[in-house]
Structures are given as structure tokens and as C-alpha cells.
């Protein structure tokens, strides 16, 4: 066994375990990332990286190379044969984001993007080593791995992460149920260079009584994804041919789509299930391990990356003692919440879109077109599909009425927690002292916990403070807080506390709950 104890293990180099990697290590936590295949995934599932994802790679220093990689979808339109049932323009729903887009970039190459930076950044992927088995006590766990060369290792870690897929080995030994179905629903999909008439920078869905037929554009083709189980033209789901795309897209989209090249082909049956706690003593679930479901939408890669963003500073925080391993339990209350809305929210959209009764089909179609109309509802679908609109609820860590996406994630950047000054304005010269004190205060005794960031009007008042000013309060006014006030915004971007006071008391209780 290797004589040294390391902090974290992680079990699999999907998505999941590559961006838990890349966090841990601005963490400066030390860690080992095994992976069983010998090499990277060439094949790409994942075709979608919502905004959530992308803000959370700004903060991982990866995103300018996603952006460069990937190809921008402005929008996504709803068909019906030749009539256009509805659109949404991304732009038009104004996205409180500076990635107002989803990014259309396969999957391995999102997983090469963050092997490479995780490589520059100084970390290593173990590939060829496997998890065979892990036994586990109050204080640690000892896993049992099969390396490269066919040889045993036995490595003690402090915390596992499960990061090992649907198929998860480490589910399975800890005899974890996964609950859920299979949807009866049978899918193909082909990466393709067609060419089409209609807007290329959108998403197009057609529908037809043989079950839809989707378009998302990609950075060098296009992904095909149409479900087939009710469709007699298909003979073997399993073995998708050119042929089997040419009659789909002749009887299912308008005339004019042309296929020039073919990339990829291939067939998936999709579940939805998920487990009951994500943490079991010092072992923690994080992506497909813990959830699965359908990739209408687009989530279940994003949403396991989201998962590591809640759980590393978490885990920093444990393993630095700056917290006990209470507070890993928010973890779970507040990504499980997450995945079940996730999978209710896909399981139906799976249903919506694979309707096959003529005058079902009718009715979503005409109930689609009316709302697609109302800019609430297209904000609506936009805020869910991108994950900008997912909130926690209050708990253990989070202070009634917070629990909020941070509006502006670009201000906070810093892997501490950061404490927001506003000064208001009208309420300024009251505010200027209390501001002072409280920032200077914060720096000298919390540093280890906290940055401090002073938003005010201008930054002449406080020098020597972090300043970020805003001339005009819009920032003020879209934290609502035209008097002045305080929140706490944590490292991965959600605000803890929102408060109208500007009080140490405040920052002391929201600390003496984060330290549990
Ligand atoms: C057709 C399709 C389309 C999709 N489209 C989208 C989309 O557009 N957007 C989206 O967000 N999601 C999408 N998804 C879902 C997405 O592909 C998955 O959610 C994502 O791959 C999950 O990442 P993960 O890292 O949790 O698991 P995985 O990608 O499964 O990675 C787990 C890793 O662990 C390794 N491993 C397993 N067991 C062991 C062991 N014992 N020891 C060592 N290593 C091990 C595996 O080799 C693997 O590399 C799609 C899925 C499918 C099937």
C-alpha cells in the first residue's frame, strides 16, 4: 500500500472527475485521478455546454479556449413539416449572462480541453488504473486499484469521489439503489456536414407522426438525434446506416436537407434514475453515478460538472479544517434537490417531444406556438436549459431569502468566499464608515475565509479597498439594493446571505454556520 494518506481520490476522467480535478487543483488540494480506459474518448455524447458551465469555466481559466473551440447557438426554433411552430432568439430573451449562448462542442472535446488544462496546470490523469474494490472507516479509505501494468495498488485516501458513471462500480459495492426507469424510448444520432436551408446557428426541432427530427449545429457539422421506436422504416436501432438518416430526414424534416459527409453514427436508449444521498461516510457521488436521464435539454453533463463546482470548495474547506465534514452534508441537499428537478423537468420533455398520437401531436404543437409567443415563457425555458435559473433552496449554509445565482459572476472570480459592500446611494455617507470598518475588519481577522469587495459609485472614498465601481448603480440595482447592504457570495457563485444591515454579527454568524 502506499504509505502516504491523500486527501481525495477520484474515481473516473469523464467530465465529472476532469472539472472535480481542475477545481481541487486552484484548491491546491492534493489528489489522484484514476481512469480505466488507456485512452481519451474520441466519440462525443454531450453536444451542449450551457451558460452555467461556461461561467463556471471563466473561474477555471478554460473558457476563452471552449469559446474558441466550440460553435455559438444563438437560438432554437420549433418545426411542424414546412411551418415554423415557434422560435426563441437567446439574444431577444436578454440572458443575464456574458454567455448568452449554449456552446455546441462534442463531448471529448470538452474532455480534452480540461485533461489539457488540467495537464498545464501541473495534475495527472492515471489512465489504465482501475477501482476494483474500497473498504472504508470513520477516517479514511483504502481502495483497491488495478494499474496500467496489471500490478495491485492499494491507496488510502481521506475522501472517495465516485465520479465513475452510470455504470458506477462504486454504487454498485456499496450496494447503492439507483432508482428510477428506463424510457421505452429508442434513439439514433449522427454527427453530419449537411446542407440545409435554414438557420444555421439555431437548434431545429421538426416534428412529425413518426416522431421528431433534430438539428444542433456543432463547431465542424451537425448533430442528428431523432428517437425511432415507433418508426417501421428503421430495421435495427442498434446499427444506424446513411440510409437510415436519408429516409429520416426525408419523411420527417422539409425538402432540402442534404447530408454531405458523415462523421459519426450511432444509437442510445436513455434511463432516469438517480440515487438517494450523494455522500455515504467518506465516499461522495458526483455526475452520471448519482444521476441519469434523458439528453433532451442537454444536462446531464453540465449538471454533473455543476455538481463538483458545489462540492470542491466544500471539500477544500473540510480537508483545509477550515469547516468539519458537517457542512459536505449542503452537498447533498442542495445538488440532490438540483437533479430531481432535473430529471422530472427532462422525463417530461422527453415525453412532450416523442408524442406519438396525431392529435396529441396537434394539440403541443398549437399549446407551443402560443407560448413561444409570451417572453416570460421563452425567458422561462431559456433560464432552465442554460442553468442560470437554478437556485438553492435555504438550509444549513444558506440564510433565508439567499440561495441565488450571484448576478454578475465575473466579479467573483476568487475561490474564497466573497463578502459584497454596497454603499447605496442616497444611504451613502451613512453606509461609508460601517463599510470601512467592517472590510478592514474582515481582511485582518478572515482572510483565510473571505475577499472583500466594495461596490460603490466611485472608488475615491476607499482606498487601499477593492473597488468595483458603478457609476450608474446598476449593479446596486440589480441586487436590490438602491440602500445599501451586504451579501455573501461563495466561491462557486451563489449567495449565502443577503442582508439590508451592514454588520459584523452578520459575517460572523453566516462563518460560525460554514465552519459547523
Ligand atoms: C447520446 C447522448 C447525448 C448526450 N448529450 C448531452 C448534452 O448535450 N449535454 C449534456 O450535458 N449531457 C449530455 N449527455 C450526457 C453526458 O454524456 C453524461 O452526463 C456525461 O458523460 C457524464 O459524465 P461523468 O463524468 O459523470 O460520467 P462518464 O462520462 O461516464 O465518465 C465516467 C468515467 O469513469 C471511468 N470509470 C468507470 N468505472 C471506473 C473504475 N472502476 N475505475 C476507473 N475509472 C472508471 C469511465 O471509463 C469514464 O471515463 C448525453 C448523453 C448521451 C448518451
Known sequence: MSSETIPVLIIGAGPTGLNLANLLLQYKIPFRLIEQKDAAI????????????????????VVEKALAAGKKILGLALHSGTKKIGEISFKQVNLPTQFPFILGLPQADSE????EHLLSQGGKIERGSTLIDFTQTDQTVIAEIQTATGQKEKIACDWLIAADGSHSVVRKKLNL???????????????????ANFNPEYFHAFSSPLGPLVFAPMPKFTRIIAPVTHDQGIKDFTQPTLADFEYIIANRSPAGVKIDSVVWMSHFVTHHRMINNYCHGRVIFAGDSAHIHSPVGGQGMNTGMQDTFN????????????STPRLLASYNTERHAVAKKVLAGTTKMTEIVTL??????????TVMSLLFKISLVQKKIIMNISE??????????????????????????DTKHTLVLFTGGSAFEKN???????????????????????????????PNLNVQVDPDYQLHDSYNMQNGGMCIVRPDQYIGMLQAAITQANVVEYLQRLKC
Open 42 to 61: 474520441t466519440t462525443s455524447n454531450a453536444l451542449a455546454v450551457q451558460s452555467r458551465s461556461l461561467e463556471m469555466w471563466q473561474q477555471m481559466g
Open 356 to 365: 406519438k398520437n396525431a392529435f396529441l401531436i396537434a394539440l403541443r404543437n
Open 311 to 322: 462540492l470542491a470548495w466544500k471539500l477544500a474547506a473540510v480537508i483545509q479544517k477550515k
Open 177 to 195: 439503489a439507483f432508482e428510477g426507469d428506463t424510457i421505452p424510448e429508442k434513439f439514433i444520432m449522427a454527427d453530419m456536414a449537411i446542407n
Open 388 to 413: 442560470l435559473g437554478i437556485s438553492y433552496d435555504p438550509n444549513e449554509i444558506i440564510f433565508p431569502s439567499a440561495g441565488q445565482r450571484a448576478l454578475h459572476p465575473e466579479l467573483f472570480q
Open 112 to 115: 480534452h480541453l480540461l485533461s
Open 432 to 462: 461609508a464608515k460601517d463599510i470601512i470598518r467592517l472590510a478592514q475588519s474582515v481582511m485582518h481577522q478572515y482572510a483565510d475565509y473571505f475577499t472583500v469587495l466594495i461596490i460603490s459609485e466611485s472608488d475615491k472614498h476607499f
